[in-house]
């Protein structure tokens, strides 16, 4: 009978090994980035509560804000198309 020389134990070791050091590597990982180094959780709780007229204004102005910038962005997107899109094919068309 011929031996195995530990060819399949071998691979299998080297296999738990990259599996144990890789998990080590990505759980250490997440924990560092998971983990508060400057203290901002401890600011936070030391924040005084808003009431309902400042939360909801609050809330009114962030969504206000977002609203004027989507409608920028929109802006520019049509002037680009309008302006930009023949603008290129002349240029294209112009300098062959």
């Given at each position: 009978m011929?031996?195995?020389n530990g060819y399949c134990?071998?691979?299998k070791s080297a296999a738990t090994f990259a599996a144990r050091t890789s998990e080590k590597?990505?759980?250490g990982l997440g924990r560092y980035a998971a983990t508060?180094?400057?203290g901002r959780g401890k600011g936070f709780t030391t924040i005084p509560g808003m009431g309902f007229a400042q939360n909801f204004s609050y809330i009114l102005i962030q969504v206000?804000?977002?609203i004027l910038g989507i409608s920028l962005?929109?802006?520019l997107m049509y002037l680009l198309v309008v302006y930009g899109g023949?603008?290129?094919v002349k240029l294209i068309f112009y300098f062959p």
């Open positions: 011929a031996k195995n134990n071998t691979g590597a990505i759980v508060d180094h400057i206000l804000a977002r962005a929109g802006g023949p603008l290129l």
